[in-house]
């Protein structure tokens, strides 16, 4: 379950409003009018994310590379490849 803070709230309680919110690694959502706009999370757990987002990289990585999806070029080729639409 996330928390919900207004741009105002924050404006006037500061990012000592933070710890308090984050305190169960949960995320707050700052809305800005009304909208949810930003995310802010405790640093231990934007670095558990961001684990998990290079675990699945790299997962998907070792499935091309099993299945022959990887091309062997120069990097001019490459960079032809990579630029032409």
């Known amino acids: ?26 995320e707050v959502i700052i809305s800005v009018r009304g909208k949810n706009k930003y995310v802010v999370l405790a640093m231990e757990e934007y670095n558990r994310l961001r684990e998990c987002e290079l675990e699945a990289a790299l997962a998907e990585t070792k499935r091309d590379l099993e299945n022959n999806k990887y091309f062997e070029e120069s990097v001019k080729d490459h960079i032809k490849r990579i630029t032409s639409v």
């Open 1 to 26: 379950m996330s928390n919900t803070i207004t741009a105002n709230n924050l404006k006037t309680k500061g990012v000592s409003l933070f710890k308090k919110l984050t305190a169960n690694n949960e």
